[in-house]
């Protein structure tokens, strides 16, 4: 997203101009810009991890970051304070952001399938935890069966004995291994899916949570900043 910010030109009473994507926008109220924002005062890129870069246009313009005057380029954030020239005209860049956003149209697409194999991935997950408690019942059943046996078979009661240990020891191990992996597992599928299942304008990138797909796609637009959503 790159926008050119400056003063509307040609009015007595002008508004903040904004040149995106081959448009006009203009913003706030007649007489809101002072006389001393240029017609093209600064350039606001936002790439796709809504990094925010401030740039001066001319050479003697002023520009300020939360408070401290910067000549050139500078990394800002949506919080930031922006100001520009000497009158110290503040620029709502989140509201100019989310304003223009909600203009544009993203595909989301993408994210049917993001949402589909986390789904399913959470799932396989829900059905392995099951099969290892089911298996940790097991270890229980054979010793015992295995002692009880020792009790009528004598001569083999202390191999029978053994045999409960090592079945209760092997069955111990394989349920711990597995155990352990459980909540990496889990951990790793939720991570992706919070950095994956985000929303496509690179100026919110809100993560959509719970928002089903199908949900997603019935709104038709971003629940957060309110750009519009097509398949
Ligand atoms: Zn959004």
Redesign the pocket.
């Given at each position: 997203m790159e926008l050119i910010i400056g003063r509307e030109s040609g009015v007595d009473n002008p508004r903040l101009a904004i040149e995106y994507s081959g448009k006009t926008f203009f913003w706030g109220k007649p007489g809101s810009v002072p006389r001393s924002v240029s017609r093209k005062h600064c350039q606001l890129s936002i790439d796709d991890d809504a990094k925010i870069v401030i740039e001066d246009i001319t050479p003697n313009n002023f520009m300020y970051i939360n408070g401290v005057d910067c000549k050139k380029k500078g990394g800002v954030s949506m919080t930031d304070t922006i100001e520009l020239g000497p009158d110290k005209y503040r620029l709502d860049i989140e509201g100019i952001v989310k304003a223009l956003?909600s203009q544009q149209s993203y595909s989301i697409s993408h994210l049917r399938e993001i949402y589909d194999s986390y789904q399913k991935e959470k799932y396989d997950i829900q059905v392995y935890q099951g099969k290892l408690n089911a298996l940790s019942a097991l270890p229980g059943i054979l010793s015992m069966t295995s002692i009880g046996l020792a009790v009528f078979i004598e001569k083999a009661r202390i191999i029978m004995i053994a045999i409960a240990a090592v079945f209760a020891l092997v069955f111990a191990l394989i349920r711990y291994r597995n155990a352990s992996k459980i909540p990496m597992r889990t951990r790793k599928l939720e991570d992706g899916f919070r950095e994956s299942y985000?929303?496509?304008?690179p100026?919110?990138?809100?993560f959509?949570g719970g928002t089903p797909y199908k949900e997603l796609l019935k709104n038709k637009a971003?629940?957060?900043?309110?750009?519009k959503y097509n398949e």
């Open positions: 956003s985000v929303c496509p304008n100026a919110c990138g809100h959509l971003c629940p957060y900043c309110k750009a």
